[in-house]
Structures are given as C-alpha cells and as structure tokens.
C-alpha cells in the first residue's frame, strides 16, 4: 500500500495517496479537478490551465493540479472565486471557436467538454466576430476520424502516438488560432492501436468511422467484459443497446482500464470484434440442414451420445473455465474422449511486446490448467477412430481451411455446438446454437496466469444457452457456473482456494507474481 | 497567421548538397538530443532550396531520427521558414498584439489593394510575397514590417509606401 497523506481540500480534510498528482489523488474520493490534456498514460503536459487550483502555502496563485504532488497538510483551494474565475476563463477561451454542434456529435453525453461547461461556466458568448474555421471529418486513417474544430488542443492523441505506439503520425501544426491537430501529408494513422484516439480525445475531435452516426452514448448500457480477441485478455466495456423492438446489440467495445492486464489501452482488432458478437450468429438448432426446435435437437443428440462407441468432444479455448469444467465431466458421462486442439488459433508473428499476443484463444491456460489435452497428435488419432465428433464453438479453421482436416471432418458424423455459422461446422449434421462470450458469465484465464471473472452483459430476446446449459441438458450435473467451482477446487490444485465471487476487478495473478504488463 | 499546413512537394526526392551535407555533420554532434538540430537544419534547407518541400522535411526527419510530423510542427509553427517559393521580395508584416494596435492593418490591406498580395501568397508578377508573422520582438517601435529579413520600425502607410518605392 502506498503512504496515505491527510490534505485539505476547501478546508474540508481527505485522506489520500501520497505521490499521486492532484487531479489522480482527488479521484480516488470523489473530488473531481476539471482538465483536457492529463491522462496518467501519457502523463502531465499542463497546456490545457483547466486543472489550475490555488494552494495555500506562499506558492503562486495558481497551480496546476497535474503537476502538483499531493501532500500531508496540503491546503488546497478549488472552490475560491479565482479559481472559478479561472475555469469559467479557459472554458471561454476554449469555446471561441469551438463550433458548439454537440446535437450532431458523437462525443457528446461523454464529452469533457460539454461536462465542464455545464458544471463551472454555463456562460452565454461574448464573441461577435466571425470564427475561425477549420478542417471537417478529414480521415486520419486506421479508422479515425478528424473535425479540427471541436479540437481543444490538448495534444493527447499526439502524445499518445509519440510515447505508445512510437510511430508519430500526428503532430499540431501552425500556431495561434489556427493551430490544429494534422497528419505529415500522405502518413495517415498507421498502428494497431490508433482507435484508442477516439477513447482519449476528451472532446469530439477524435470519431472512429465504425461508431460514427451509429448511436447517442447515453442510451448505451456499459457493462465491464474481458475481450476474447487473443490470450492478452484487455479489460474492456462492452457498450450495448436494445432499441425499442429490437434485440440488444453491441455497439462497440471501448478500453477499461486494468494496470494489471492491458493499462489503459485495447488494440483495435479487439475493439472492432465486438461486430463478430453481432453478425453471423447461428440461432437456430438444424438437424441435417433444416431447422428444428432447440429441445428437440438436445433430444437427438442425447440419442447419438447414449449410441455413439467412442465419442470425441473438443472444446473451444475460448470457453470460460466453468464451461470447460463442464464439457469435460459430460465426456466422462458418456465414456468421451476430450480434447482442446487449437492450433489455429495461434498465429505466429501476429503478436507484438505490447497488448496483441500470437495466440488468439482468450483461455488457452484454462484447457492447461484442468489438464485437457490439446495436442494435435492427440486430436487426429482420435479423430481416426470417432463415431461421433461434438465440437463445442472450436473453429479449427481460425486461420484458414485445413483440407486435409476438412476431408477428415467430412467423413467423420459430428455435432456442433456453436454460437457462429462458420465453415468448420458446415459438416455437422446437428448444430446446437449456444451463447457467446458477451452472453454469459465466467472466468478465464490469461497468458499471463491472470484469472479475470466477468459478468453476462448482453440480454437477447431470445437469449442462447450458455455452453453450461447445454451440456445439463445433455445430463451434466452443473447447474450454473458456481457450481462447477468445488470440482474444479478439488481437482485443480493452482485453483485450490479461489472463490470465483472474490476475483477482484483487475483480476488475480496464479503465480504470485508481480504485476505482469502494464502497459502504460 | 494563416493555415501553413498545405505542403507543397517537388516530386524530386531531397538532400542537402555537399557542403550542407558537412555543415551536417559538423552541427549535429553538438547537440545532445539530435531533434534539437531540427531547426537548423530546416534553415539549411531553405538556403538551399530557397523554400521547405514535402519532401524536404521528410529528408530532414529522416537524417534526424523523428518523425516527419514533429518536423511539420516546427516548420509550420515558425513563419521564417518558407514552406513555399516566396516573391523577389518578402515582406514579413507583424501582426501581434502591439503592431495590432499601432495599425499594421492599413499596410496589409494596402498590400491587397495595390499590389493585390493578401497574407500567405505572392504577387502575380512574383515581385512581392506576404506574410503576417507572430511577434517580431520590437513591440517598442511598433508597426514592424519585415523586408528580405530587414527590419523597418515604426512604420505607418505613407513610410511603407516610401519603402516599397525602393525595392526592385
């Protein structure tokens, strides 16, 4: 634990962490110090003058707050008049220009600015000269879109391409009132992470093309969720709306921050899969190509089971832990063999040393760790002998067709349990539709041995069984996931004293180590 | 100031010529932190180019070590550096706050009115070129007007127009 430091803050005394800067400090307790361009990723800059507040101790009248260490005894002023005079200043000096057009923009209901003009100005304009304008919706690249007239200046998005991502796209050209944020003509945004503009704009500048236009924020529900693009395993939220008459769908996925796992930051290829959840869905179970009622489908494959000799059950490694825990007590059941072979997943060189990994299963530890076999050798000598395949959502084909595990596939009667229609479950003569990772609850664990618990987001109108479910439909004696934790407990012994309802938010590391990878 | 952000570029790659190339080298071993060498660097390219191109501050960059935006920050910040080809004569007209006040307005809009050159662009017969720069530093003797890196303090209409008698 950090040293607690006893400040005062318009008299009134707070405890806090010492060390921290003001505006990160106050945070912790609620007290809010308004500022554009501090963010503890990339640091104090201290261009913006929105976090100047008076401390009382024979410093100057005005000190930014972002570059002001909180200490003991510290007497700080927010609520003096010169310091309101001094906020309802800047939020003047920024709004001279600033087009004011938030009925059309994006940002607004989350935008920083809206939210300080309502809470320290609420000022009518005094300006009657002819504004300046400026640059609209210019395509920075990456997906990222420009308006350089909602734009504060604060230099956050060219901070964070020159100390995150190290590529440097962006720079503020020109000076004065026609400075503006721009790219080198001809370099557009060109990183993996450029989406994160959009997050840490604090106004509209920043859009992304894919959300743009697509919904206001405030009818959003903001649920916390872990993507399940690759075994990093970022924090993320997944935004999401039922529209009146419609089924709740997914609108994007935006960073959360987690310092154990992913710092502030997500990749865009995770921020953009959360279209996957949305489109391509199976809803329907089939049975040799045409629909039939869910319960009726379970009922046959009840039947193939109980007749199959050697049944083969192979588990996604993108399933929770209980899910898995749960496939792997029905393969006993039914006298299964049970393999996690995903090689498919993993592509090599994909992955950097920051937040991408190589391998796309969001819980490869997991199938390790309740010691599922996924070795390939494994997986095709079973297959050889296999009456019956049944292949809980694994997409063998991740990367690609394997022909000759297609012709095998092909031959072989199998049963999909998959929530997306995809080429590797073409073959199967049943398809159970089940749910998606935004549609149910459960903990996986990340390359780092990082053991995160998340929550059902999404509620469908017509919501698709969890893998959990099916597998008690199919006779499993798992009701829900707390209940698969006492055999995991029991069999698992790095799993032997979690208590799934006191994973803290940021996860628990297995290994006791330190924190993994913060990223920023 | 107007918007200086529209680079121009050649279509010919850039690089300092030989004896830019040793002046270079000689320079940058002073500076501890190779991005400070931006700025002279970009001085040597408008010596030798008359004017900054596209090209020339990704050459610039690229010798440095930094991005080619930082060295378009720099370049589009400061008003000495040409990022076009200027007129015969360049008139730099300042227009912070006391030359504002001491009405550097009537020069420049004399310029536009009877030499038809408005801030940022050059006259048709190339004779003069214009730019409204940021504080020249002699806010003491203001109107300040800029000839060919000249300066000419306490300027009013009726001197400017003696002056502009005297240039080619």
Redesign the interface.
């Known amino acids: 634990m950090a040293e607690m430091v006893k400040l005062f803050v318009n008299g009134q005394e707070v405890e806090v962490e010492s060390g921290k800067n003001l505006i990160d400090a106050l945070k912790v307790v609620g007290i809010e110090i308004p500022h554009f361009c501090y963010h503890p990723a990339l640091g104090a800059d201290g261009n913006c003058r929105m976090c100047l507040v008076g401390i009382e101790d024979g410093r100057p009248p005005l000190v930014p707050a972002c570059k002001t260490p909180a200490q003991e005894g510290m007497k700080v002023q927010l609520d003096a008049e010169h310091i309101k005079k001094i906020q309802r200043d800047v939020l003047e000096f920024e709004l001279i220009n600033h087009p004011v057009d938030c009925p059309v923009c994006d940002q607004a209901g989350e935008c920083a600015l809206q939210d300080y003009y309502m809470s320290y100005s609420l000022d009518d304009s005094r300006m009657r000269v002819e504004q300046v304008t ?1 640059g609209k919706k210019i395509d920075f690249g990456s997906g990222v879109v420009h308006d350089q007239e909602r734009c504060v200046l604060c230099g956050r998005c ?1 901070r964070f ?2 100390q995150i991502t190290h ?12 400075a ?1 944020v ?6 557009p945004l060109n990183n993996r992470y450029a989406l994160n503009i959009v997050d840490i704009c604090p106004v509209g500048a920043m859009t992304s093309s894919d959300f743009r236009f697509k919904q206001r924020v405030w009818f959003l529900q903001k649920d916390p969720g872990i993507c399940h693009g690759c075994s990093k395993g970022c924090s993320i939220y997944i935004d999401h709306h039922r529209e009146k008459y419609k089924d709740d769908v997914i609108y994007r996925f935006r960073a959360r921050t987690n310092l154990k796992v992913n710092g502030y930051f997500i990749c865009d290829f995770g921020r953009l899969s959360y279209a996957a959840e949305n489109e391509n869905r199976q809803t329907t179970a089939t049975a040799d190509g045409s629909a039939i009622g869910f319960d009726e489908a379970i009922e046959l494959v009840r039947e193939r089971l109980d007749r199959a000799r050697k049944p083969l059950m192979l588990v996604s490694p993108d399933l929770s832990l209980e899910q898995m825990w749960a496939v792997k007590r029905i393969a006993t059941l039914y006298g299964a063999d049970l393999s996690g072979y995903s090689d498919s997943y993993v592509i090599d060189g994909d992955g950097d040393d920051y937040l991408i990994n190589d391998d796309k299963a969001a819980n490869r530890k997991g199938l390790e760790l309740l010691d599922i076999d996924s070795s390939k050798e494994q997986f095709i000598s079973t297959l050889q002998y296999t009456d019956l395949l049944v292949n809980f959502n694994n997409d063998l084909f991740y990367s690609g067709v394997d022909e000759e595990l297609k012709a095998q596939l092909d031959k072989t009667q199998s049963i999909a349990v998959c929530s997306h229609q995809l080429p590797v479950f073409e073959s199967a003569t049943i398809a159970l539709p089940t749910a998606s990772y935004s549609e149910y609850g459960g903990t996986i664990v990340n390359e780092d041995y990082v053991l995160q618990r998340f929550d059902k987001a999404l509620f469908k109108n017509e919501d698709p069984r969890d893998v959990l479910e099916i597998t008690r439909l199919l006779g499993g004696a798992i009701i829900d996931a707390p209940h698969a934790w006492p055999g995991i407990r029991q069999s698992v012994a790095d799993l032997a004293d979690i208590d799934p309802e006191t994973i803290p938010a940021e996860g628990l590391n297995l290994q006791n180590s330190e924190d993994t990878n913060v990223g920023a | ?5 529209e ?1 121009i ?1 050649t279509g010919e790659p850039f690089a300092f010529d030989a004896e830019r190339d040793a002046e270079f080298e000689r320079l940058i071993v002073r500076y501890p932190i190779r991005e400070s060498m931006i700025m002279p660097a970009l001085w040597m390219a408008q010596e030798q180019q008359g004017w900054i191109s ?1 090209e020339a ?2 050459y610039i960059a690229e010798r440095i070590g ?5 060295v ?2 720099l370049a ?2 400061y008003t000495m550096y040409h990022l076009k080809p200027v007129g015969q004569n360049h008139i730099c007209v300042c227009r912070t706050l006391s030359c504002w006040l001491r009405d550097k307005q009537a020069i420049v809009d004399y310029l536009a009115k009877e030499i038809g050159v408005r801030p940022g662009q050059v006259s048709e017969d190339g004779r003069f070129s214009l730019e409204e720069v ?1 504080c020249l530093g002699h806010c003491g003797t203001a109107p300040v007007v800029q000839v060919n890196g000249e300066f000419h303090e306490e300027m009013d209409l009726e001197k400017f127009k003696a002056l502009l008698a005297t240039l080619d």
Do not use: C, Q, W
């Open positions: 400026k060219v391409t020159r590529t440097g796209e962006l720079g503020i050209v020109n000076r004065t009132d026609a503006r721009s790219i080198f003509p001809g370099k | 100031m107007s918007d200086r952000s680079l570029s596209a501050i990704e930094t991005y080619p935006a930082k378009f920050e589009t910040f940021e």
